[in-house]
């Protein structure tokens, strides 16, 4: 019977591995629709008999029920744990298991802002201290591409409006170089000049952006700026830190920007992480195809 040695193989990940409940769980899961597939589908009654081929055909009915990239290669996993199981124990001769390929892990386009949503929620009336910064840090923000946590740790001196550009230290301390435009070189000018020095309470504090109470501004306190703002112009979809970095991206390349002056811009190391942005533009320009061709 199939199932005893299932039952061996998780006697083992208990005692011999200590795994949590939840691992076991897991696993359980997986072999159990596992093996009904091996015994009811396929009709084998001994793990030795069981081929990739058999391992495959279960996959892919994964995959036609619609399973996600995640859950088909925990399954793999599971699979894999336990046909190696089954050569350690001498119950199977050889291993079933050996060059199934665990699923690529499906790339999720980003959320991105239209540019007349981009507009609505850049549209701040600069009327108090606290919204003058706003204003700023999402003029910048949209400008420069940058991530959120290299905006919130960007000094003065990492400014240089005079020459047009911010310098700023990405992932592994990756200095990069991005330009301004004017629209926001106005509103940092503006930040500096007006609201930042009624806000920072140490005239020692080197941090560009800082919160009601002088000191550096966080992560969250940076979030629930942007939901507030977000709320404010009107706009429904869910918006992310990410999400003016992910729109200053398409937006480049929809109006023609190089993709590898992009990836500069965003610092990404390898290009194809840049590429996604390709395909956001391309679905964008088939559901204006759709919307607007009277054939299509």
Known sequence: MLKYAIEDFFHFLQIERGLSDNTLHSYGRDLKHYTNYIEKSVKKQSWDKVTRKDIMGFLYILKDEGKSTSTITRHVSSIRAFHHFLIREQIATSDASLHI???????K???????????????????????????????????TGLRVTELITLKVSDLHLTMGFVQCFGKGSKERIVPLGDVAKNAMENYLEVSRPKLVKNKQETALFVNHHGRPLSRQGFWKILKALAIDAGINKTITPHTLRHSFATHLLENGADLRVVQEMLGHADISTTQIYTHVTKTRLKDMYKAYHPRA
Request: proline share 5%; hydrophobic share 40%; charged share 30%.
């Open 101 to 107: 390929e665990t699923p690529k892990k499906e790339r």
């Open 109 to 143: 386009l980003p959320e991105t802002l239209s540019q007349a949503e981009v507009e609505k929620l850049l549209h701040i009336q600069e009327n108090t201290t606290l919204a003058i910064r706003n204003k700023a840090m999402l003029e910048l923000l949209y400008a």
